[in-house]
């Protein structure tokens, strides 16, 4: 499952400062791409409308890509999604719409467990902290950034140099515009993009399945086909109290597709890493990827442990330990992937063919032909203080409260900095979605938070030992768990209002503060901006070379090459399609009567059981109506809740996971088995109607 809970994005956020997603010197590139089979995740603005003519023969108009791309959603959790009415109703995944849920959920009302349906539009809750946007429009910014970079510049200098640039790129288009502003690298460096977007922070949950039928089969169903899952919410965007008159949505097809239909996918994929060289392809196999494993078993057996304490505690780890079992799957199917010999064969394969190419002409070899051993280079350095970096950039701040503290301290530290100089992070074009997080109202659980800052703190101690200085400075003499009850019970970090208090009151108050995780934060942020220091140089130089690979891939193949995901809007285009797997042939489609036969195998027991309503109204359904479906259409993690629309961009489906084939589509695209999964307009409109009663929701789609 395309898991993309804010802790997703934390770890995406960590992939991209340890894994290298890059910049370059001054390149300017076009693209017109041309590729083989259903491949490539297609930014809008650079769609192969030829390449769609010929291999299905459909005219792809700007008109039908600008009705799709405003009606395409994206969440401040890293997901997707898109408005199916004119009156701002969006559908998306329940699985992305879950945190909001069950901080909307209490003790005595678990709508993550039950579902929910607000039978009127007054009735729908307010999410806390959940935001919309909305792709506006893109504007080529390269010839401004890669200008700034003079040729007597190192690596690090013109890396700080761009930055600087692009921080102030996106300054002022905000101000101009008034829309979130965010400069997009592409092809490693090649392209430079701003992306404009049309925010709204008014979200509101109108309709949530129970969590049983949305992950029916749980983590043992996770990343496989045939599936059977209703794993879908539908919220709605409000503007000045109102509902959002989304003159872009899209229709809702109730005749869903066939099989071999062409349809599209829209939706913002996370992070490929498919340009990546083989030695870095191999430090990600041999270092990050098995150092992620142990971190999130760990970190799994935490969460199991507390749920194991009751009921409430089972309800308050859910979210958590779907993300994490999600995460599990998802990176070991990466692993295995990079372990297969064939992957890392082909690549090798592929990058030896380049290099010959380029050795035969001395200017290229010359200009080129050391990128390879640059990157290996900076890729052994970096490993002697991966894990050190991983805990300090990352790990402590996948904990609420410590997250909070991190960025309070380091929000403090870089206001008192001209723009251009802050941190990405912190700069005046972002502030707004890190001050939507930073005073969110969602419930925070002391109990909980000393599970996981102990379990946190113990793999600290034992990765890398209890005499390093870091250790030492965090532990302060104490165990894990003792630690841990000293900074939750000392703190008022949990309370919104003492949030925003310190950070309207600037860097003297953070200074002189004496709230223990504030105290942590604080002593360790020099250690974890000296890492930067330490990591920064070497990502630059890795920058640097990974664009010459990227001009280098340009000057010898030409129109073959698409950008890797970068979390922004992408378009992919395929067809609906089985395929087979060990002799055996897997149908495109599942039906509800499939569902049925699947829990009745499981004798009806968890994560098999279905909920009530589904075995007492049986019979009002049409068994042979499909449930779900699958696609070539390329995709990844991020995808989760995209729209996938026909020809007449009528939305036929909603994407919610990928085969277990898939997961090494990071790294490579795999036509013949690679899938995208669905859940069908079909089943969606017959589970509403005759399942839930959500006449109001289905009327507002099919009108």
């Not at 983590?219 to 509902?243: C, M, Q, W």
């Not at 629309?645 to 909603?654: Q, S």
């Amino acid at each position: 499952m395309w898991n993309a809970d804010s802790r997703m994005r934390r770890l995406a956020t960590r992939r991209k400062r340890c894994d290298c997603y890059l910049a370059s010197d001054k390149i300017k590139l076009s693209f017109t791409v041309t590729t083989l089979a259903d491949e490539g995740m297609w930014p809008f603005n650079n769609v192969p409308k030829a390449e769609i003519k010929r291999r299905y023969g459909f005219n792809v108009t700007d008109a039908w890509l600008r009705k799709v791309q405003l009606a395409s959603v994206r969440f401040n959790n890293g997901a997707s999604g898109s408005f199916v009415s004119p009156d701002g109703l969006v559908l998306t995944n329940h699985h992305v719409a879950s945190s909001a849920v069950q901080q909307l959920s209490t003790p005595g009302n678990d709508y993550i467990k039950n579902g929910f349906y607000a039978r009127t539009r007054a009735a729908e809750l307010k999410a806390p902290d959940l935001e919309i946007n909305v792709l506006v429009n893109i504007e080529d910014v390269t010839a401004r950034v890669s200008g700034a970079v003079k040729t007597d510049m190192t690596a690090v200098e013109a890396n700080a140099t761009r930055r600087a640039e692009i921080a102030a790129i996106e300054k002022t288009s905000l101000a101009a515009t008034n829309l979130r502003s965010e400069v997009v690298t592409l092809y490693r460096g090649g392209q430079y993009h701003l992306y404009r977007y049309k925010t709204y922070t008014d979200v509101r949950v109108a309709f949530v399945p129970e969590y049983a039928i949305a992950f029916f089969g749980g983590d043992a169903d996770n990343f496989t086909y045939p599936r059977y899952s209703l794993d879908i919410a539908f919220l709605r965007v409000y503007e000045h109290g109102k509902p959002l008159k989304a003159d872009n949505h899209l229709n809702w097809s109730e005749s869903g597709v066939r099989e071999n239909e062409l349809v599209f996918l829209s939706g913002h994929h996370g992070s490929t890493a498919r340009l990546n060289t083989v030695a870095h392809l191999e430090f990600m196999r041999d270092i990050a990827l098995p150092f992620s494993l142990k971190q999130l078993s760990r970190q799994r057996e935490t969460l199991l442990k507390y749920s194991a304490q009751g009921e409430e505690q089972e309800r308050r780890a859910r979210e958590d330990l779907f993300g994490t079992e999600n995460s599990l799957k998802r990176i070991r199917g990466q692993f295995e992937g990079l372990q297969n010999n064939f992957l890392i064969a082909k690549k090798r394969q592929g990058e030896d063919a380049l290099r010959r190419q380029l050795s035969i002409d001395p200017r290229r070899q010359k200009e080129y032909g050391e990128a390879w051993q640059e990157i290996a280079r900076g890729r052994e350095e970096f490993q002697s203080r991966f894990v050190e970096i991983s805990f300090l950039e990352t790990d402590f701040a996948n904990t609420t409260l410590f997250g909070f503290a991190r960025t309070l301290v380091r929000l403090a530290t870089e206001n008192a900095k001209p723009n251009a100089e802050r941190l990405p992070e912190y700069t005046e074009a972002r502030r707004a979605s890190l001050e939507l997080n930073l005073f969110s109202p969602a419930p925070i659980y002391k109990d909980f938070e000393k599970i996981k800052i102990a379990g946190l703190l113990s793999h600290l101690r034992d990765e890398l030992g209890v005499e390093h200085p870091l250790v030492r400075k965090i532990l302060d003499g104490k165990m894990p768990e003792a630690r841990a009850e000293e900074l939750i019970e000392g703190t008022q970090l949990q309370d919104a209002a003492y949030r925003k208090r310190l950070a309207a009151n600037g860097l003297k108050v953070i200074e002189e503060s004496t709230d223990p995780i504030i105290v942590l934060a604080r002593s360790i942020d020099p250690d974890a901006r000296s890492a930067r220091k330490f990591y920064e140089p070497i990502l630059s130089v890795e920058r640097a070379n990974y664009a010459k690979i990227a001009r280098a891939l340009y000057e010898v193949e030409g129109t073959k090459l698409y950008p890797d995901a970068t979390s922004t809007l992408r378009l992919s285009y395929g067809a609906v399609k089985g395929y087979r797997e060990k002799d055996k042939r897997i149908p495109p489609f599942t039906m509800f009567s499939g569902l049925y036969q699947r829990s009745k195998h499981h004798t009806n027991q968890p994560p098999y059981k279905l909920p009530r309503r589904w075995i007492e109204r049986k019979s009002t359904l049409e068994l042979n109506l499909p449930l779900t479906f699958v696609t070539t259409n390329d995709s990844v993690g991020g995808c989760s809740g995209s729209p996938v629309v026909n020809k007449n961009a009528e939305i036929v489906g909603v994407i919610f996971d990928g085969n277990i084939q898939s997961l090494a589509g990071h790294f490579i695209y795999n036509d013949a088995q690679n899938r995208a999964i669905a859940v069908d307009s079909r089943g969606i409109i017959d589970a509403l109607t005759k399942l839930y009663g959500a006449t109001r929701i289905a009327d507002e789609l099919t009108k």
